[in-house]
């Protein structure tokens, strides 16, 4: 079952915007990740939030997390073409399963 | 360097064959999982292994099974293959809880039944 929705479905943006997606859950977590993936290759890990924290930033990337409103986003700054990959959240559901959401396709433009 | 290597990146395999797709992490993981990816339904959990010997059922286990006999192996078997499991294949690993953890994926195997 999936428990992660990402928004939206598709982005494409110019080289040095900002792109910003988002991802809603359904039930309670205690961690959500995201993960970037290039086009047929594997899932690579970005950064984990916790619930009881808010905002976390790795280089260029910046996640936010909201447990009243059950969503996070992922907000990548001044894009690169190198960013160009999919994008998934990932919930936590117990200990040993995470869900994926379906994930956001970006196009970085040059 | 962390590693999780899927032996067959790309597969062609006739309905009915039975088909093995193998998984080697590096890490020294307790856990190890099989997710298959299709277009517009992201990763669904196939089968997951907290321990050698020790397995799961994720959502969609139907007309798969997994052995992990050695801790750093962990094989997706199916059966009898049939169209509908033409699809991308993942195989990740992660210490102790996924929740908490980061998980490391292998790169991927395409398979293709006919």
Same mark, same amino acid.
């Given at each position: 079952?999936?428990?992660?929705?990402?928004?939206?479905?598709?982005?494409?943006?110019?080289?040095?915007?900002?792109?910003?997606?988002?991802?809603?859950?359904?039930?309670?977590?205690?961690?959500?990740?995201?993960?970037?993936?290039?086009?047929?290759?594997?899932?690579?890990?970005?950064?984990?939030?916790?619930?009881?924290?808010?905002?976390?930033?790795?280089?260029?990337?910046?996640?936010?997390?909201?447990?009243?409103?059950?969503?996070?986003?992922?907000?990548?700054?001044?894009?690169?073409?190198?960013?160009?990959?999919?994008?998934?959240?990932?919930?936590?559901?117990?200990?040993?399963?995470?869900?994926?959401?379906?994930?956001?396709?970006?196009?970085?433009?040059? | 360097?962390? /590693?999780?290597?899927?032996?067959?990146? +790309?597969? =062609?395999? #006739?309905?009915?064959?039975?088909? @093995?797709?193998?998984?080697?992490?590096?890490?020294?993981?307790?856990?190890?999982?099989?997710?298959?990816?299709?277009?517009?339904?992201?990763?669904?959990?196939?089968?997951?292994?907290?321990?050698?010997?020790?397995?799961? /059922?994720?959502?969609?286990?139907?007309? +798969?099974? =997994?052995? #992990?006999?050695?801790?750093?192996? @962990?094989?997706?078997?199916?059966?009898?293959?049939?169209?509908?499991?033409?699809?991308?294949?993942?195989?990740?690993?992660?210490?102790?809880?996924?929740?908490?953890?980061?998980?490391?994926?292998?790169?991927?195997?395409?398979?293709?039944?006919?």
């Amino acid at each position: 079952s999936q428990q992660g929705e990402e928004d939206p479905q598709a982005l494409s943006i110019q080289e040095g915007e900002n792109a910003t997606m988002n991802c809603s859950y359904k039930t309670s977590i205690n961690n959500l990740q995201w993960y970037r993936q290039n086009s047929g290759r594997g899932l690579v890990h970005l950064i984990l939030i916790r619930s009881n924290e808010r905002e976390k930033h790795s280089g260029r990337l910046r996640v936010t997390l909201d447990t009243s409103k059950k969503s996070s986003s992922l907000l990548i700054t001044a894009s690169r073409a190198a960013d160009t990959a999919s994008y998934f959240c990932a919930t936590d559901l117990n200990d040993y399963k995470l869900s994926f959401g379906a994930g956001t396709t970006v196009t970085v433009r040059a | 360097d962390v /590693k999780v290597t899927q032996s067959s990146r +790309y597969l =062609v395999k #006739r309905t009915g064959e039975k088909v @093995f797709l193998e998984c080697v992490q590096d890490m020294d993981h307790e856990n190890m999982f099989w997710y298959r990816q299709d277009p517009g339904l992201g990763l669904r959990l196939i089968y997951f292994s907290y321990d050698v010997k020790m397995k799961e /059922k994720g959502d969609i286990p139907e007309g +798969y099974s =997994v052995s #992990r006999e050695k801790k750093e192996r @962990f094989s997706l078997i199916l059966e009898s293959a049939s169209t509908n499991q033409t699809s991308m294949y993942l195989c990740a690993s992660s210490s102790q809880g996924a929740g908490g953890n980061t998980i490391y994926f292998g790169e991927g195997s395409w398979l293709t039944v006919v």
